[in-house]
């Protein structure tokens, strides 16, 4: 099966800096990457994803990498606001199958 | 997007009884997930609910503790059976709308005493 590593576990920035996580997968046969912003006592939200055969995808001030050869995809958020303050998943998709997540990273954006 | 609701939203329950959480999709879907999230934790996967065949359970689940129904394309149920404090979670039901996207219920929050 598949395995997600993801990095750091927490992440604290000043207002306006811009964040970035980092994750890895193990299976080169995923070929779906999602990115889910949790606020404390909400659901997950989908925020971008990116397939196998994109290498960058920008939302506005988020975007995501991917890099198939080394196995890791990233989420890049610029000019952080306090609202961007909650815990942020990253997963893979195996095979049109289930979902693998990474253990979150808990962004704190100090004003 | 799909838009998922689930019911209830929370509930504190007595040891040894159970609890069936309830999640409708408000558009058909294929396939549909559960979760447990214990607080302050990333998602654990329970089981995968195709319409029409059973409950495909991960590691660490079996279905006497864990029934679950897909009876059509919008509903699913997950039973938290013989329950015990060690169940004590948030569940999270999900569903695939187009292309790979993953949607999620508000989340149940069970707590056993």
């Known amino acids: 099966g598949e395995n997600v590593e993801q990095h750091p576990s927490t992440l604290s920035v000043q207002e306006g800096d811009s964040a970035v996580i980092k994750c890895t997968y193990s299976?080169?046969?995923?070929?779906?990457f999602p990115w889910y912003k949790q606020e404390l006592g909400k659901r997950p939200q989908l925020i971008i994803d990116i397939r196998s055969n994109v290498g960058e995808k920008k939302d506005q001030r988020i975007a995501v990498t991917l890099n198939k050869t080394a196995k890791h995809f990233s989420l890049h958020i610029t000019e952080t606001q306090p609202e961007d303050s909650a815990v942020y998943f990253c997963?893979?998709?195996?095979?049109?199958?289930?979902?693998?997540f990474g253990s979150g990273t808990k962004l704190n954006v100090k004003p | 997007s799909a838009v998922i609701s689930q019911k209830p939203s929370r509930d504190i329950c007595q040891r040894g009884t159970s609890l069936t959480i309830q999640c409708q999709v408000d558009?058909?879907?294929?396939?549909m997930f559960w979760y447990r999230q214990q607080p302050g934790q990333s998602l654990t996967l329970i089981a995968t609910?195709?319409?029409?065949?059973?409950?495909?359970?991960e590691s660490g689940f079996v279905i006497d503790k864990f029934p679950i129904s897909r009876p059509n394309l919008t509903f699913s149920t997950l039973t938290v059976s013989n329950m015990s404090p060690e169940d004590s979670s948030i569940y999270l039901c999900?569903?695939?709308?187009?292309?790979?996207?993953?949607?999620f219920g508000p989340g149940t929050r069970l707590t056993v005493l």
């Open positions: 997963a893979a998709r195996y095979n049109f199958n289930k979902f693998y």
């Open positions: 558009s058909q879907v294929t396939m």
């Open positions: 609910a195709n319409q029409g065949s059973e409950a495909t359970y």
């Open positions: 299976d080169s046969a995923s070929n779906y």
């Open positions: 999900s569903a695939e709308a187009s292309y790979n996207e993953q949607f």
